[in-house]
């Protein structure tokens, strides 16, 4: 870890371990070098303790990367990710906070010192003063930054159009769709106890989805359909096309508006939930309509332009006939 004035940024990475509670997590912080406040907070919680397994020592990009996928996949705990987010922005909030605190222990190279200050904040969400927080640090520049989200984006494109190669509907379920229908990565929301198996699935039957495509497209639809919320991705509604089997697996196409469907492959085991609208979380249950062909509005317009230019000369031609007619009358009354 080095501080020089090139660093614009320290960047810190953490787990965290609450054993009595069963809280478990991660989280990235970027601290300004200049303010010593937060700039922002990556946070991913669960009660399984696979997510401490995680070694913070990677890249921050890469634990960014690993917090993005959970959370995207909802492999998290909803409640405590929120709590922990929030006592965090507390930890760092400028001048009640402890940032500068933080900052000043870590440049000293008191990284246990650093870690208490967590230690202590996080105790509230995890309910378990027995809590133990682990960091790491890193320090960066705004070139860093900008590079990684090029890399990112540049890794998005290249995915995408993976997702579109390898998802591409079986020939008999391609004659079923439109010829400009998109496919996206979705992951079936489950229910053990009241869900229907996966093999009991029939054509029509409306059950939950999340769109898990992790691509700058299945954030599109995720946004268009009010499913994205603070960084957690909401079930949306989809109606079963097709199931069909390949050993143990299904694969399950589903439509999710009009030339938009969802591929997801399980195991025969799972119990896949069905559409309550009560339970819809979303707070604007949108819904994708379909969209009206380019040309259709072209056409439209111009006809309608056409017979509007059509009455508007027969109605001039009218007024000038008669005011013709007009003049002739005064002339012969002359």
Not at 40 to 50: G, R, W
Not at 133 to 156: A, G, H, Q
Not at 199 to 213: D, V
């Amino acid at each position: 870890m080095e501080f020089t004035p090139e660093t614009n940024y320290l960047v810190i990475k953490g787990r965290f371990k609450a054993t009595a509670s069963s809280s478990y997590g991660l989280f990235v912080i970027f601290i300004d070098n200049i303010t010593k406040n937060s700039d922002k907070i990556d946070v991913v919680a669960s009660h399984f303790s696979t997510v401490y397994d995680s070694n913070i020592s990677m890249p921050w990009s890469e634990l960014q990367d690993m917090i993005t996928k959970l959370r995207w996949k909802g492999e998290y705990a909803t409640s405590l990710t929120h709590d922990v987010q929030a006592t965090l922005e507390d930890l760092f909030q400028p001048g009640t906070g402890r940032g500068p605190d933080i900052w000043s222990a870590i440049k000293k190279g008191t990284i246990n010192k650093a870690a208490n200050f967590f230690e202590e904040f996080l105790a509230r969400p995890t309910g378990d003063k027995g809590i133990k927080v682990e960091l790491s640090i890193e320090t960066i520049t705004k070139s860093d930054i900008e590079n990684v989200k090029r890399m990112r984006e540049e890794r998005d494109m290249v995915n995408s159009l993976t997702i579109q190669n390898n998802q591409q509907p079986s020939p008999k379920e391609e004659s079923k769709l439109e010829e400009s229908a998109v496919v996206l990565d979705v992951s079936l929301v489950l229910s053990p106890i009241s869900g229907v198996p996966i093999y009991e699935l029939k054509e029509g039957t409306k059950i939950f989805i999340k769109i898990t495509e992790q691509t700058s497209r299945g954030q599109y639809f995720n946004d268009l359909l009010g499913a994205s919320v603070d960084g957690e991705i909401l079930p949306v509604p989809a109606t079963v096309q097709k199931v069909s089997k390949e050993g143990k697996i299904y694969t399950v196409l589903v439509e999710i508006g009009p030339g938009i469907y969802g591929k997801s492959l399980d195991e025969d085991t799972v119990k896949v939930k069905l559409y309550d609208s009560n339970q819809d979380k979303r707070k604007s249950k949108k819904t994708i309509e379909p969209m009206l062909n380019p040309t259709e509005t072209v056409t439209e317009t111009s006809s309608s332009t056409s017979q509007g230019g059509s009455f508007l000369f027969w109605v001039m031609g009218g007024i000038g006939l008669l005011i013709l007619m007009i003049l002739v009358y005064l002339g012969l009354g002359l």
